[in-house]
């Protein structure tokens, strides 16, 4: 599957996005908590008090876990401020905007996340519940998929709340971390892409997901894999290395830990990503970063474009892409 990154992130609007509101803001942000912020003693999967300071972005400190290399945000918001963040700060505002803007592009995309979904487990589910659905597009692609099926949101974002709703998909404005206390029902299976890297209690959060589902039930999502090949070779300049948005960022190892002691028995990890190879052609065209004269070689020659389509197939294999699943049985 071949999709580039300005297929479905389109290079005006988030420039736009990241560039001039996610810093107007950030901005903001300090101004007003004056940066009160939480300083994080521990690994936030493992609990080893072995971390150490890796760098500084955006007034935020990045630290990094000794033992299963686990990088996240060790000076990081509290949950009031965060809520103030993802209700009020442009940029996400903006990014529901940017969802709508691509949901042609994003409708393959979602598809055979559906598809890949459908075909990794191993019995039959009827009711789904996705945390932080954006704009409903995958929830509605499972409705019309699955005959008989329930689907459900929840979200901290009242706009993506809305724009589901728009859809037809029923949706929610609720916090993970509150969704066994406010949710009646118990699911067959929650989802959560792109979610866990955003979770300032991220422990706490996958305990209600675990109380939230029914015995034998699944937790299926995908999430940053910082050993990943996009992040290792752009650095600290990738904008996917950005908080208080991003807090977390887990590899195979270290989610799989995380995952086991919060209340799930079986755990899977694959790394399907489909866009590290676009995304590191992209940072090199803009010269964000500087590339080893063999990797310049491969990237500006139309000659190598079927040895990169073959690389991004071994990052996925051998769990080195920027972008990993999960599949959780409780």
């Known amino acids: 599957?071949?999709?580039?990154?300005?297929?479905?992130?389109?290079?005006?609007?988030?420039?736009?996005?990241?560039?001039?509101?996610?810093?107007?803001?950030?901005?903001?942000?300090?101004?007003?908590?004056?940066?009160?912020?939480?300083?994080?003693?521990?690994?936030?999967?493992?609990?080893?008090?072995?971390?150490?300071?890796?760098?500084?972005?955006?007034?935020?400190?990045?630290?990094?876990?000794?033992?299963?290399?686990?990088?996240?945000?060790?000076?990081?918001?509290?949950?009031?401020?965060?809520?103030?963040?993802?209700?009020?700060?442009?940029?996400?505002?903006?990014?529901?905007?940017?969802?709508?803007?691509?949901?042609?592009?994003?409708k393959a995309l979602y598809e055979r996340r559906v598809d890949l979904f459908l075909d990794r487990i191993d019995k039959e589910v009827k009711t789904f519940l996705e945390i932080g659905p954006g704009n409903g597009q995958l929830l509605e692609i499972i409705k019309n998929k699955i005959n008989g099926s329930y689907v459900k949101g929840i979200d901290l974002n009242p706009n993506a709340v809305d724009a589901c709703n728009k859809k037809g998909i029923d949706c929610d404005v609720v916090d993970i971390n509150d969704m066994a206390g406010k949710i009646?029902?118990?699911?067959?299976?929650?989802?959560?892409?792109?979610?866990?890297?955003?979770?300032?209690?991220?422990?706490?959060?996958?305990?209600?997901?675990?109380?939230?589902?029914?015995?034998?039930?699944?937790?299926?999502?995908?999430?940053p894999n910082y050993q990943g090949y996009d992040f290792l070779e752009i650095g600290q300049v990738y904008r996917n290395l950005f908080a208080p948005t991003h807090l977390n960022y887990f590899n195979p190892k270290s989610l799989e830990i995380l995952l086991k002691k919060n209340g799930f028995k079986e755990v899977?990890?694959?790394?399907?990503?489909?866009?590290?190879?676009?995304?590191?052609?992209?940072?090199?065209?803009?010269?964000?970063?500087?590339?080893?004269?063999?990797?310049?070689?491969?990237?500006?020659?139309?000659?190598?474009?079927?040895?990169?389509?073959?690389f991004q197939n071994l990052l996925s294999k051998y769990k080195l892409s920027g972008n990993m699943t999960f599949i959780a049985r409780k």
Request: charged share 30%; aromatic share 14%.
């Open 184 to 223: 009646n029902e118990k699911y067959d299976a929650i989802m959560a892409f792109e979610v866990l890297e955003h979770l300032p209690n991220v422990k706490k959060s996958i305990k209600n997901v675990s109380e939230t589902l029914n015995e034998g039930g699944i937790f299926y999502g995908t999430l």
């Open 268 to 310: 899977e990890i694959i790394t399907d990503g489909v866009l590290d190879v676009s995304l590191v052609e992209s940072y090199n065209k803009v010269k964000k970063i500087k590339l080893s004269d063999f990797w310049s070689m491969i990237y500006e020659n139309d000659e190598y474009k079927d040895f990169l389509s073959e």
């Open 1 to 106: 599957m071949n999709i580039k990154e300005e297929e479905i992130r389109p290079v005006v609007i988030s420039n736009y996005n990241r560039e001039v509101l996610f810093y107007e803001d950030i901005e903001l942000f300090h101004k007003k908590f004056k940066n009160d912020l939480i300083k994080v003693e521990k690994c936030i999967a493992c609990d080893c008090r072995n971390i150490y300071f890796i760098f500084n972005k955006d007034g935020f400190e990045f630290s990094k876990c000794n033992s299963c290399k686990t990088v996240f945000v060790s000076s990081r918001p509290n949950d009031f401020q965060l809520k103030w963040w993802y209700t009020h700060s442009k940029s996400q505002l903006h990014s529901v905007k940017i969802l709508e803007s691509t949901q042609d592009a994003r």
